[in-house]
Each structure stands twice: as structure tokens, then as C-alpha cells.
């Protein structure tokens, strides 16, 4: 049974930073996704098995940076400068197949999934 445990959410003024953090059962490609309310849940950030390579949505580019210990088999997402926008309830997840260099932006490509966290950013 794989699980995943997120933490690190919180409310935070516009500007602010806030540290994501997610720990795994085991070792996988991880990604974090977001789902603000009536919208769809969207992709943020991934990285791949070794953490040699990270891909990030347009949308937290330069703001955001995903990173991992796996010897903790954890995952973290390190947010600055954030806006009202980022408001949602931030979700790690994972997929234990892939390429080692192969991007896994939707959400059908993983295979499991935290419970998530919220992230409220005011004005």
C-alpha cells in the first residue's frame, strides 16, 4: 500500500512563501498538482526518479522549485512570491513506471495520491 503525506499548508499574505512537503512509502516519480474550488485539479510541478530533472507549469515558473531526499523518500515544493491565485488545495502524488527523463503532467499518469493540503494566499 503505497501512501503519501502531505504537510506544510497553510494561510500565507501574498508575497509569502510556504514549504510543501510529502512523504512516501517508497520511491517514485513525483509530481505536485493543485485544485482551486470549480476548477479542474492542474498540474505544478514534477520530478523525475533521481531528481536530475524537474518540469514546472508556466503558471509557477521562477516561483516555485520542486525538489527531493530520497533517502527521506520524500518531496518537497518550495513556493515564493505567491499570489492569490495559488489558492487551492496542493496534492502530491506519484507513478511508479515511466522514462527517466520523461515529463508526467496529467493527472491520469500517476497512480497515487495524498490526501492534499491547502494553501490560502490573501490579498
Do not use: H
Not at 14 to 42: I, N
Not at 58 to 86: C, H, W
Not at 101 to 109: I, N
Request: hydrophobic share 35%.
Amino acid at each position: 500500500q503505497v501512501q503519501l503525506v502531505e504537510s506544510g499548508g497553510g494561510l500565507v499574505q501574498a508575497g509569502g512563501s510556504l514549504r510543501l512537503s510529502c512523504a512516501a512509502s517508497g520511491r517514485y516519480y513525483m509530481g505536485w498538482f493543485r485544485q482551486a474550488p470549480g476548477k479542474e485539479r492542474e498540474f505544478v510541478a514534477a520530478i523525475t526518479w533521481s531528481g536530475g530533472m524537474t518540469y514546472y507549469a508556466d503558471s509557477v515558473k521562477g516561483r516555485f522549485t520542486i525538489s527531493r531526499d530520497n533517502a527521506k523518500n520524500s518531496v518537497y515544493l518550495q513556493m515564493t512570491s505567491l499570489k492569490p491565485e495559488d489558492t487551492a488545495v496542493y496534492y502530491c502524488a506519484a507513478s511508479d513506471s515511466g522514462l527517466p527523463f520523461e515529463l508526467k503532467k496529467s493527472p491520469g499518469e500517476y497512480d497515487y495520491w495524498g490526501q492534499g493540503t491547502q494553501v490560502a494566499v490573501s490579498s
